[in-house]
């Protein structure tokens, strides 16, 4: 069945031609829905099983337009899993170890350079940080338990000599207690 639009413009007495301009398919797309005899029957379930399956399948196939204006994946965009979250990408801009080109390719040349800033990201440096940093740290627990053990001889031995003193006090206190006894029973 025709479309009003295109009735229109064939009643005028019109060519072929003016079939079909374009604003002529367009009114015609307006008022009548672009379906398929395959399409529609897609939608009432009367299509063949291979019809069904090319349908589902061909979303995932690449068209031949994609091909020219989607980016080179990477090697992690070649991967079968959907979702590469968990892996960081360090040429990608929003992951969190993300470098610049400058610092991704930094020679080792230019980087020890006599003429070159300090770097605490060179790897070098960052391996001798870390060193310096575990014996830093095993020096000062070192430091720390003579300390301790210092403080435990101390509080040790003025223990000890608190109670050597009290023992002379109580053996003076005897003495002087038992020399009283001893005047009272021969007065």
């Known amino acids: 069945p025709a479309s009003p639009a295109s009735r229109a413009c064939s009643s005028g ?30 939608l009432t379930g009367q299509a063949r099983v291979s019809d069904i399956i090319r349908a589902r399948c061909s979303a995932w196939k690449p ?4 091909l020219y204006t ?11 899993f959907p979702d590469t979250r968990h892996i960081t990408e360090a ?9 610049h080109d400058g610092e991704r390719f930094k020679t080792t040349t230019s ?4 003429f070159a800033t300090p770097d605490a990201r060179h790897p070098q440096t960052e391996d001798a940080i870390r060193k310096h ?21 101390w509080a ?11 023992k002379i006090a109580r053996k003076a206190l005897n ?13």
């Open 133 to 153: 940093a575990q014996r830093e740290y095993r020096v000062e627990r070192i430091r720390e338990r003579q300390r301790e053990l210092t403080e435990k001889c």
């Open 63 to 66: 068209h031949k337009s994609e």
């Open 91 to 99: 040429s990608m801009p929003l992951s969190a170890s993300y470098l």
């Open 156 to 166: 040790a031995n003025q223990a000890a000599q608190e109670f050597d003193q009290l």
């Open 13 to 42: 007495g019109g060519s072929q031609a003016s079939l079909g301009s374009p604003m002529s398919r367009t009114g015609a797309t307006i008022a009548a829905p672009g379906f398929s005899a395959s399409q529609a029957a897609l």
């Open 175 to 187: 003495l002087l207690n038992y020399e009283r006894k001893c005047k009272m029973a021969c007065a």
């Open 111 to 114: 980087a020890a350079s006599l």
């Open 70 to 80: 989607t980016p080179a994946k990477t090697r992690y965009g070649m991967t079968v």
